[in-house]
């Protein structure tokens, strides 16, 4: 009940174009969702999260979709650039599991120039 | 500002040797994390402290994983012996205080490799 499953595994995209990438839970307890953004050889860095109370968040190119019924939400790059290439993971917590993030699987975003 | 600092960056040890990795977190944050990332299980949280109190090892895989923090600006992830099934990339990370899950930043990373 602790997993976020994180979907595709792999995306590939043409510059200009959108990145969509899924991600679902079990535990109806998670109440904070962040995205991590990981370039190669570095560590992930904060890109954007979201709480339930609110079905979308937007910063910039990157918005936060939440469907808080279905446990699912989703993160979309618009006008996806060449620099946005690097793997993707979302995460969730709970109030009960005090600093805890369970992470997604991951999804390599790879955009074509 | 110094963002979290690891080493070392990558080391190569063999099966049976002990291992150790350190990191001093982000100058003011109380909260560090030691995360293993591999292909096979991805990004798994293996301990965490709390102004230097270690507050939850569940993840911490067996009895040859350590864990310490002596002080606020310094900790160290140990394993002996280490074994081949070790090799990953851990990563380091530390938040400010009450900002936990809210906001952590990782370090570079050390990439290990036990032949």
């Known amino acids: 009940q602790q997993q976020v499953k994180q979907s595709p595994q792999s995306l590939i995209v043409q510059k200009g174009g959108i990145s969509i990438i899924n991600c679902a839970y079990e535990?109806?307890?998670?109440?904070?969702f962040p995205w991590y953004q990981q370039f190669p050889g570095k560590g992930p860095a904060l890109l954007i999260a979201i709480r339930p109370d609110v079905s979308e968040k937007k910063e910039g190119r990157f918005t936060i979709s939440f469907n808080k019924s279905a446990k699912q939400f989703s993160l979309h790059i618009m006008d996806s650039q060449p620099g946005d290439s690097a793997t993707y993971f979302c995460a969730a917590s709970s109030r009960t599991s005090g600093s805890r993030l369970t992470f997604g699987e991951g999804t390599q975003l790879t955009v074509n120039p | 500002d110094a963002g979290v600092i690891q080493s070392p960056r990558h080391e190569v040890t063999e099966m049976g040797q002990e291992v150790t990795l350190r990191c001093k977190p982000i100058?003011?944050?109380?909260?560090l994390f030691w995360y293993r990332q591999t292909m096979m299980r991805g990004l798994e949280l293996l301990i965490y402290?709390?102004?230097?109190?270690?507050?939850?090892d569940s993840g911490m895989p067996e009895d040859r994983f350590s864990a310490k923090m002596p002080n606020a600006s310094f900790s160290t992830l140990k394993i002996q012996p280490s074994e081949p099934r070790d090799s990953a990339v851990y990563f380091c990370a530390s938040s400010a205080p009450d900002r936990g899950r809210f906001g952590q930043y990782f370090g570079p990373g050390t990439r290990l490799t036990v032949t």
């Open positions: 535990n109806t307890a998670f109440d904070y």
């Open positions: 100058s003011g944050h109380n909260s």
């Open positions: 402290f709390n102004n230097n109190v270690p507050i939850d």
